[in-house]
């Protein structure tokens, strides 16, 4: 999608008619076992037979607990007589289609949605992967109404090693969008690499966990405002630029500084978890920025949160705590 079809289409998000996507989260099939203490894997689908259900959870989850999984995968219910899985699979919440990629061997998604919604006033983006078939309609532009069937379960997807018919699964994403420059940040710091889905490209979509929204959500008064901010910090970046488009679309994230609003906004110290999600950014002026002339600094690392989460690399300690190249660029990418 072209920045001006992305800019068009957030247009009419804005209508009245789209605005109202306030209901809270369902979930995206049949299968609600996650509230059945001790049965998790009724609800996930474990990496292989003898791997826990933890695998299939969003986290620190695989390869020993080096390997992030920025979803959940929801286990089947019904199959056909070839033993396929037939599960349609759901909008979890009032949205409007985003993107819906039919071109299974261009991802390791696979066939997968990406729809937007606004919940207490704030975007979110949920996924949906691995799908064997796409709902006839449903296509950039689509409105949907939570617990609307916009595909159905499957096992699709680019990776070498096929996902077996036990395993069908959806693979279940919520995300924050992180920025519409990405296409053009990836042709510029990534040149002669693929980019098959431009601004719908995973890495631009910072994962939160579905399993502590559906969780937090059943205890009632579920804010997503509050769940954001709530999160735990892994590290605290300065950033030497005062305009990118996270700071607008996530306004609800940037914290009041008085200093700054008297004298100028010179930075912004931002504060990610420990998948990178941007969940607090506090305008800073001149004169509190430091001596430091990078366009980006780090400031300070929760080594017990890095200690239990180490698996996106983001940050790493020789001598003294310093951002990965992969720490920089994901930060470069939401600042573009």
Sequence with gaps: MSLRAFAALTALLGSTTFLAAQSPFQFPTANHALYEAGHELN??????????????????????????HEGLDIRSLTH??????????????????MYASTKAGLSNYGKYIVIR???????????????????PGIAAGKPVKAGETIGIMGRTSNTGERIGKERAHVHFELNLFENENFSAWFRKTRPGERNDHGIWNGQNLAGLDPREVFLDERGGKFNLASYLRSQTELCRVLVRTTSFPYL???????????????????????????????????????????????K?????????????????????????????????????????
């Design 117 to 135: 919604h606004v919940i207490d006033d704030i975007e979110i983006y949920s996924l949906y992967a691995h799908l064997s078939a796409i709902q």
């Design 43 to 68: 609800f996930f689908v474990p990496t292989s037979p003898d791997r826990p259900w933890t695998t299939g959870s969003f986290g620190c989850v695989r390869t020993d607990g080096w390997q992030m």
């Design 296 to 336: 980006i600094q780090l400031l300070s690392v929760n080594e017990a949160e890095y200690r239990a989460h180490p698996c996106r690399k983001l940050v790493v300690q020789h001598g003294r705590w310093q951002l990965t190249d992969k720490g920089e660029r994901e930060i470069e990418a939401l600042v573009y």
């Design 80 to 97: 056909d007589k070839r033993g396929e899985a037939t599960d349609p699979v759901l909008a979890t919440a009032d949205g409007t289609v």
């Design 248 to 294: 607008k679309r996530y306004a609800a994230l940037v914290l009041r500084n008085p200093k700054a609003e008297q004298e100028g906004v010179a930075g912004y110290e931002i504060s990610l978890n420990y998948n990178g999600v941007a969940f607090a950014l506090m305008p800073r002026a001149a004169s509190e920025m430091g001596k430091g002339s990078g």
